[in-house]
């Protein structure tokens, strides 16, 4: 009979951290598929990387188990442990060469000269520095280090790659190439991946699965696509980016939307949902890319559209797109970002906004 | 009008004052110790290691030189080992009681020398044990072991507990880690500490003077018996030997400290 093989390599179950009265990590299951690159995604605070150190074997859980490959290792100290840790700021060894740091991993898994040798090169050709290996940590940049953070990591071959913010200390420029980079090889490589960062666009580009954190609570999990376009609570569509929230009344389904009344009394239609109930509060959730603005001149009506009005407050230019801030007439603000237009809106101008039904998603509350 | 004498030439001679204020005295000693006359005297009439070849025949120096050396010698390392675990203890964990005992270890610092001389002297009295090379060498441990604590744990703290962490991580257990990463990253303060350890061993006087014997003396000590009968020139060259030493070896560590500084 063969054993039905369990999806998840990586199992976190009903994880509790306490560090005396703080509460870092609450209640929290976690699946990460054998392969896959999962991002734990939260703001500065939230238990990510407390998570992360319980796997690595560096912080005890309070309560709770976890397993890597259906063994529980709470009680697997963490040089028996195989994982691969990147650190935020590297951690290379700084007396020791490029190679020395890269082999010491292989030097407690009873590996032979050569191989330790061969090994070694080609994790610094997979990390594309060959050459490097008789400097100092010190002479590289931060760009090359982290790529000998990587190779270090990898060469023992880890059951897990678990990376803490790995870009956070590159600048802008690098971290976007670092980013693909980094990508490409846990593709090439295929192990399993924890990727902790605190930058939405660096957990939505690179993530099979995002799991959103808040105060050591999981808010939600999924592909990037469905955290985005489905956030589960205000936090998470809050989180992700660039959102308008518009406090509604939840009326009644009719054909393929809800439709809910806005504080002003206006009817909207809504994405339709079965988790609500007709006279409850609920918010819609709208992201600001998805909103379409003309000049009220313009105006025209389409069947089955929302519509809003309003007047410019502020815009700035952010390259291709221009993000613009819209007083509506009961005062509130709105958020749209759209692409430049032939003839810019200006400050002041009168506009009119146009929102289709299925970007409009209702939250609770 | 020109003025003769302006306010900055004035700080000037007054500094230049203090500083031959300070120095001459050492110049002396150290001028005088090659001048081949008994009774020395300014200028010198020529100049010779006389005093030092002497020094070389005198089996009383020799014997506080190597009591000196030994004793320096062993409080360096029985006071390094016991600074590296105890500095490892309270930067890496938290225990209880564990400011209380740092202030413990770093307190002979500020407690008078005469007290902390007397103080062994009457606990010794109390273990009803007679004096010995090993209250010496116990009470250097004391004196030193504050200084070589400060400049190891400063050091500690500098390492960051994501080297070990990596390492652990990497496949080395908390042994091979010691041994491979904290260890190496720590050798400078641990040198620097051992030499700053034995050059205020070497260089104690007051407390010494109080658990010295007869025939446990150190150099200072030897220095200051011999005062008491007459200052021999010999006394000028054992002195810039002194200070040779306790000038090199302080500069030495903060070189090594500073080194250490720089590669991380
Ligand atoms: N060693 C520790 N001692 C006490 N509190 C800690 C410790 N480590 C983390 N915390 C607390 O646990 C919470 C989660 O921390 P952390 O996992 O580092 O968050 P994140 O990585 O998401 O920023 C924070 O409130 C933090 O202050
Ligand atoms: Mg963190």
Redesign the interface.
């Known amino acids: 009979m063969t054993k039905e093989k369990d999806p998840a390599f990586v199992k976190y179950r009903r994880i509790v951290k306490r560090f005396g009265n703080v509460i870092a990590v609450d209640d929290v299951d976690i699946d990460i598929p054998e392969g896959s690159l999962v991002s734990l995604l939260g703001p500065s605070g939230c238990g990510k990387t407390t998570l992360l150190r319980m796997l690595?074997?560096?912080e005890t859980p309070t309560e709770g188990d976890i397993f890597i490959n259906g063994k529980r290792i709470n009680d697997v100290p963490?040089?028996?442990?195989?994982?691969?840790?990147i650190?935020q700021?590297y951690?290379?060894?700084?007396?020791k060469t490029i190679f020395d740091n890269v082999a010491?991993?292989l030097?407690?898994?009873g590996v032979s000269k050569e191989e330790m040798q061969e090994r070694v090169y080609k994790a610094l050709e997979l990390v594309r520095l060959p050459g490097v290996e008789n400097r100092k940590p010190?002479q590289l940049s931060g760009g090359q280090q982290q790529r000998i953070a990587l190779a270090?990591?990898i060469v023992?071959e880890p059951d897990v790659l678990l990376m803490d913010e790995p870009l956070s200390a590159l600048d802008e420029n690098l971290r976007e190439a670092m980013r693909r980079e980094l990508n490409n090889l846990q593709q090439e490589i295929g192990v399993t991946t924890i990727f902790v960062t605190h930058d939405q666009r660096e957990a939505l580009s690179m993530s099979d699965k995002v799991i959103v954190l808040k105060d050591g609570i999981k808010q939600q999990e999924g592909t990037p696509a469905e955290v985005y376009n489905h956030s589960a609570n205000h936090f998470v569509a809050d989180f992700l980016g660039h959102p308008n929230f518009l406090p509604v009344i939840v009326g009644e389904e009719q054909d393929d939307h809800m439709v809910v009344q806005l504080e002003n009394g206006k009817t909207f239609l809504a994405t339709p949902s079965t988790q609500f109930k007709r006279g409850e509060k609920a918010e819609i959730v709208v992201r600001a890319q998805k909103l379409k603005m003309a000049p009220r001149a313009e105006f025209h009506e389409d069947e089955g559209m929302n519509y809003l009005f309003g007047k410019v407050k502020d815009r700035s230019y952010m390259g291709g797109e221009v993000s613009y801030y819209v007083e509506l007439e009961d005062m509130s603000t709105l958020h749209i970002i759209s692409f430049v237009r032939r003839i810019p809106l200006e400050r002041n101008d009168e506009v009119f906004i146009k929102l289709n039904p299925a970007d409009c998603r209702l939250i609770k509350v | 009008m020109k003025k003769l004498i302006s306010g900055w030439s004035l700080i000037k001679s007054y500094t230049l004052l203090v500083y031959i204020w300070m120095f001459a005295p050492i110049v002396a000693v150290v001028l005088l110790s090659f001048n081949p006359q008994q009774f020395g005297s300014f200028p010198m009439k020529g100049f010779s290691f006389r005093w030092y070849g002497e020094l070389l025949h005198n089996p009383s120096i020799l014997g506080a030189f190597k009591n000196s050396l030994i004793l320096g010698s062993l409080t360096a390392i029985l006071a390094t080992s016991i600074a590296v675990p105890a500095a490892l203890a309270f930067v890496r964990y938290e225990f209880r009681g564990k400011d209380f005992l740092n202030t413990l270890l770093i307190a002979p610092i500020m407690i008078p020398e005469v007290v902390l001389g007397v103080a062994l002297l009457l606990f010794l009295r109390w273990l009803q044990q007679p004096k010995s090379f090993m209250l010496l060498l116990l009470g250097h441990i004391v004196l030193t072991l504050p200084y070589v604590m400060l400049v190891v744990q400063a050091r500690m703290v500098g390492i960051?507990k994501?080297?070990e962490?990596?390492?652990?991580?990497?496949?080395?257990?908390?042994f091979?880690?010691f041994r491979?990463?904290t260890f190496?990253?720590l050798s400078p303060a641990i040198f620097a500490g051992m030499l700053f350890s034995f050059t205020i061993s070497f260089d104690d006087v007051t407390a010494t003077l109080f658990w010295a014997t007869a025939s446990q003396q150190t150099v200072p000590v030897k220095i200051f018996g011999m005062l008491r009968n007459s200052i021999s020139p010999e006394i000028n060259a054992l002195g810039t030997i002194m200070i040779i030493l306790t000038i090199s070896l302080p500069l030495t560590a903060g070189y090594f400290i500073r080194k250490f500084a720089r590669?991380?």
């Open positions: 690595a074997g560096l963490i040089h028996k442990r195989n994982l691969g840790m650190f700021n951690a290379l060894f700084p007396h010491f991993g030097k407690y898994r010190s270090r990591a023992i | 960051k994501e080297y962490e990596a390492a652990l991580s990497l496949g080395a257990s908390p091979q880690t491979s990463v190496p990253l590669e991380s």
